[in-house]
């Protein structure tokens, strides 16, 4: 489908989604105790944004066997525990979508990962980011606002992926809305890692960063502050990785064309 339909679609889903919760207003907290920041209509623009945004980001990080099944089983299971964690009832509806989300991807799991026979595709990717960007609005509307942060860092991995894809090709004056390869985990499969490798090794450090929200909900305002930054330099350390070693790739196949050129012909 044309990329103008897809996202009028998505952003009719979206809007349907933010009416049936009463277009929500927004409170950015560490705690249950204080508000960083409250806004009724800008925080409608940004939960329309993240469900938009998310649903994309899900979408172009589905490039490699078994990286957005796994992401949903951890991101699926990860916001049940913090939910349960506070307290809410293991029979809670959003508790048990979680749950069902992150069944649901385990099952598919074995067909795509680590030799794939069956794919996601758009048709199973976009709703299945979508479904995971409105349990996170919906949990943290339902039990508290301050759980949006440790909800939203569950997937930092795809959104910065994302947006740092999308600034360096908009930098580079690329068509950022075209098809490519740019992905940091694009980007280390390209420098020779296999897609086994690269899946296991970005899930591994999700199930750290699930750890450490856990951990989040158990510790003080300052240590907070502290997790949420060692999140988001996991995750621009695991894409500096990325970037190294492509970049080594890439002058390695460079100097190898460039020796194949300059060989003697046989005789």
Known sequence: MPSLVRFGCQAMSALLLLWSLEWPGIELSLDEGSVLWSSTSAGSIILFLWLVGYTNAFNFMDGINGLAAGQAVVTGTGMALLAGWVGVPWSHFLILLSLVIAASAA????????????????????????????????????????????????????VLDTLATLA??????????????????????????????????????????????????HVGTSARLGLIAAVVLLWLGFFAYCEVLFQRSSAKRGIERCDFKNAPAKV
């Open 107 to 158: 099952g598919f799991l074995p067909r795509n990962f680590p030799t794939p026979s069956m794919f996601m595709g758009d048709v199973g990717s976009a709703p299945l980011g979508f479904l995971l960007a409105s349990l996170t609005i919906c949990i943290a509307k339902t039990f508290g606002w301050w759980l949006l942060v440790p909800l939203a860092l569950l997937h930092a991995n795809f």
């Open 168 to 217: 360096r090709r908009i930098v580079r004056g690329e068509r950022w809305y075209s098809a490519h390869r740019e992905h940091f985990y694009q980007r280390l499969v390209r420098a020779g890692k296999s897609h086994t490798f690269v899946t296991l090794f970005e899930m591994s450090l999700q199930v750290l960063v699930l750890g450490l929200m856990i951990l989040y909900l």
